[in-house]
């Protein structure tokens, strides 16, 4: 009787183990989708600033007038 209390349990625990790691798997796919998100964001921010930081006069034709102007 010991033995299969002793089975069962071993065979809970690894069904246990298995679902732990199936989770853990998706958490760490989300979490470097998550880290990729927060790369592009700070790229995005690097690019803006590059832009921003170009003298009105500098942009020439890649801006449009409309986009020169003060905000209301």
């Given at each position: 009787m010991v033995f299969l209390a002793a089975a069962w349990l071993a065979w809970h625990f690894a069904g246990e183990?298995?679902?732990?790691?199936?989770?853990?798997?998706?958490?760490?796919?989300?979490?470097?989708?998550?880290?990729?998100?927060v790369a592009d964001l700070h790229q995005d921010k690097e690019r803006d600033h590059?832009?921003?930081?170009?003298?009105g006069s500098d942009l020439g034709?890649?801006?449009?007038d409309r986009w020169l102007l003060p905000a209301e």
């Amino acid at each position: 009787m010991v033995f299969l209390a002793a089975a069962w349990l071993a065979w809970h625990f690894a069904g246990e183990v298995d679902r732990l790691q199936a989770r853990a798997r998706t958490l760490n796919t989300m979490l470097a989708g998550c880290n990729g998100r927060v790369a592009d964001l700070h790229q995005d921010k690097e690019r803006d600033h590059a832009l921003d930081s170009i003298p009105g006069s500098d942009l020439g034709p890649f801006a449009p007038d409309r986009w020169l102007l003060p905000a209301e």
